[in-house]
Every structure is written in structure tokens, then in C-alpha cells.
């Protein structure tokens, strides 16, 4: 009898020996696939031991200065008789500063208006009085470090010994150990200006959290005898990207966004520094010269002056004074006050 021929599935026609390969050939991009999606969760997953293993380093330094601090004794931490201006490290140390590097009140141009409030401020808290910590942000090189320390000396110049105000710095990248500090700030009879320079925050860094912490919103709170000063180029102190990643991947965006800008607001004196003018700007100039006995004449000086800012890009108190060093140097004049 004749041989029935074998039956395909409908529609389809024989199984040719190609058909293995194919589905092999197809099979390879998903293995791809999955060996990449494993690459890179390896990847994510190292880079997120990174981040916890600085955040737990942090950590164990902040703990440690808490504990260095708490382990100081009285006399120690009574030791700021020795000088007005101290340094702050995370391991607990204050450093006494002899001689800070300031320049005189009056010679700061064309800030007249923050000077003023930002001494009164001063004034009243170093007379006990209520008094709020001040932010000064704003144009680079307009003086705003200049002023605090300049405010600082201004206070301290008629006043007896045991009244006088302690200057004292904390580094940007030691802020997280602020809560050790003000601990030991606080046992002290003095009253404190806690000076912090160009403070900004960048990226994943959350410690800005420990200083919300402390100007307001701690159950200690900021002690009495403590006042926090700080100066940047930024209002919010937080870059605009972190503020926008915030916006686009939070749930709710609003609540994202105020959690970061909330630290500036935490400061009830805000003092905002603008590009100083060309007459402010050739004011400076005169008034250094002047100060330091640097005898130039009028048009020269004036000539010299604004191309010495044109080749900068900029006109600021900063540079004022480096084109008064440059010119004492030319004349073999030593910058020290007539």
C-alpha cells in the first residue's frame, strides 16, 4: 500500500533542520540581555556599599567627637581665655587662632547697608540679648567673610576680657560634627559666633540635615550663648540640580523641594551681596592705597585699576585688594597700616 505522507501543523510546512537554530539565534539576545541586567545590579550594588560605607565612616566620626567632647574636663574646655578666635576639628579640638586674618571695618566699601544690620545683630547677642544667625550670600568677593570677622574685631575692641566674643570656625566638610561642637560651647561661660565659610551642599550629602538640626527644630536646640554665622555664593545653599532631582523623582515634588530649602529659612537674618559698581569698586582700590601708604597718582591709579578688573572678568572687594598687592609689590611697598 502506498505510504501516507506525514501531516505538518496547519499553515505551516515541513520542520527543516534551520528551525533549531533559529530559536537558539533567538534565545541570545535575552541571555544578553540578562547578563547585563546582572552587570550593572552588580554595579548599583557596589556603588551603593560606597555611599553607606562613607555614610557609617561619618558616622563613627561624628559619635567620636561627641564622646572626645563629653570626655573633656572643665578646666580644658574653659581654655578659651587664651585667644578670640579658635579653630574647630572633628576629633573634639579647638585650635586657638592668635592673630585672624581680617581686614579693618571701615575699609569694607560698598556693604554698608549689610554692615550695619549685621553689627547690630552682633551687638545684641554679645550683650545677651535676643539675636538671629545670619546668612550672607551672594557675589563672590564682596566681602562677606571679611565682614563677620571685621564685625567680630569691631565688638571685641572695647570690651573687658571676660566679655568679649569667641570667634569659632567649623570647615564645611566637618559640619556633621556641629552638635559635638555646641555641646562644648554650651558648658562654656562665653558667647560664641560659630563662623562656618562657603557653606553649600552637593549631590547625596545629607548633612545639612545635622545643621537644620541644630540652628532650629532639636529638642537642645541652639544654645543661648551660641550664635551661627555663615557665608555663600548660594541663597538656598543647595545647588539647583539637587533641587530638581528632588522635583522630578519625589512622589510629591512640594514636599521635596521644601525639605531642601528650608535650611536657608532656618536663618532669620538673610544679608544678600551684589556686584559692587565701578565707582564702589575704584573706591576700594583708594581706600586700601590710602590705608597702607601706597601714593599713586589719582589717573594712574584709577587707569591701572579698571584694567587690572577688565582682565579679571570681574569687579569685587577681592579684587580691589589683589590689585593693591600687586601694585605695592611693584613699588616695594610692605601692605602694613600707616
Known amino acids: 500500500m502506498p505510504q501516507k505522507p506525514s501531516?505538518?501543523?496547519?499553515?505551516?510546512?515541513?520542520?527543516t533542520p534551520a528551525t533549531k537554530p533559529a530559536r537558539v539565534a533567538a534565545k541570545r539576545p535575552k541571555a544578553a540581555l540578562k547578563a547585563a541586567s546582572k552587570t550593572?545590579?552588580?554595579?548599583?550594588?557596589?556603588?551603593?556599599?560606597?555611599?553607606?560605607?562613607?555614610?557609617?565612616?561619618?558616622?563613627?566620626?561624628?559619635?567620636?567627637?561627641?564622646?572626645?567632647?563629653?570626655g573633656k574636663p572643665a578646666a580644658q574646655r574653659e581654655s578659651f581665655k587664651q585667644a578670640d578666635a579658635f579653630v574647630w576639628h572633628p576629633d573634639g579640638r579647638l585650635a586657638a587662632v592668635p592673630r585672624v586674618s581680617r581686614v579693618e571695618l571701615f575699609l569694607l566699601k560698598g556693604v554698608d547697608r549689610m554692615r550695619d544690620i549685621l553689627m547690630e545683630n552682633t551687638e545684641r547677642f554679645a550683650?545677651?540679648?535676643?539675636?538671629?544667625?545670619?546668612?550672607?550670600?551672594?557675589?563672590?568677593?564682596?566681602?562677606?567673610?571679611?565682614?563677620?570677622?571685621?564685625?567680630?574685631?569691631?565688638?571685641?575692641?572695647?570690651r573687658?576680657?571676660?566679655?568679649?566674643?569667641?570667634?569659632?570656625?567649623?570647615?564645611?566638610?566637618?559640619?556633621?560634627?556641629?552638635?559635638?561642637?555646641?555641646?562644648?560651647?554650651?558648658a562654656s561661660s562665653f558667647r560664641f559666633i560659630v563662623f562656618c565659610d562657603d557653606l553649600s551642599f552637593d549631590g547625596n550629602d545629607a548633612s545639612y540635615k545635622s545643621l537644620k538640626a541644630v540652628l532650629?527644630?532639636?529638642?537642645?536646640?541652639?544654645?543661648?550663648?551660641?550664635?551661627?554665622?555663615?557665608?555663600?555664593?548660594?541663597?538656598?545653599?543647595?545647588?539647583?540640580?539637587?533641587?530638581?532631582?528632588?522635583?522630578?523623582?519625589?512622589?510629591?515634588?512640594?514636599e521635596a523641594v521644601e525639605e531642601k530649602v528650608s535650611l536657608s529659612d532656618r536663618f532669620g537674618l538673610w544679608l544678600g551681596f551684589h556686584r559692587c559698581s565701578?565707582?564702589?569698586?575704584?573706591?576700594?582700590?583708594?581706600?586700601?592705597?590710602?590705608?597702607?601708604?601706597?601714593?599713586?597718582?589719582?589717573?594712574?591709579?584709577?587707569?591701572?585699576a579698571l584694567e587690572w578688573s577688565t582682565t579679571r572678568g570681574s569687579r569685587s572687594?577681592?579684587?580691589?585688594?589683589?590689585?593693591?598687592?600687586?601694585?605695592?609689590?611693584?613699588?616695594?611697598?610692605?601692605?602694613?597700616?600707616t
Open 278 to 304: 565701578q565707582d564702589e569698586y575704584l573706591a576700594m582700590v583708594r581706600g586700601y592705597c590710602s590705608h597702607f601708604g601706597v601714593k599713586v597718582d589719582d589717573d594712574a591709579l584709577e587707569r591701572e
Open 216 to 254: 532650629e527644630g532639636g529638642i537642645e536646640g541652639r544654645p543661648e550663648n551660641v550664635i551661627l554665622y555663615a557665608t555663600s555664593n548660594r541663597r538656598h545653599l543647595l545647588a539647583r540640580e539637587m533641587i530638581e532631582n528632588e522635583r522630578s523623582t519625589a512622589i510629591n515634588p512640594g
Open 127 to 158: 550683650n545677651g540679648l535676643p539675636a538671629n544667625n545670619a546668612l550672607l550670600w551672594g557675589a563672590r568677593g564682596m566681602g562677606k567673610s571679611s565682614l563677620v570677622k571685621a564685625a567680630h574685631a569691631s565688638i571685641n575692641a572695647e
Open 7 to 15: 501531516k505538518s501543523p496547519a499553515g505551516k510546512g515541513p520542520r
Open 40 to 70: 550593572i545590579s552588580k554595579t548599583t550594588s557596589k556603588a551603593n556599599q560606597n555611599v553607606s560605607q562613607e555614610r557609617i565612616i561619618r558616622a563613627l566620626e561624628t559619635i567620636a567627637a561627641h564622646l572626645s567632647a563629653q
Open 317 to 337: 572687594g577681592r579684587v580691589a585688594w589683589q590689585f593693591v598687592q600687586e601694585l605695592a609689590g611693584r613699588l616695594g611697598v610692605k601692605l602694613a597700616a
Open 160 to 186: 573687658k576680657p571676660a566679655d568679649k566674643l569667641k570667634l569659632t570656625e567649623i570647615h564645611r566638610e566637618d559640619i556633621e560634627s556641629l552638635p559635638a561642637l555646641m555641646e562644648q560651647l554650651r
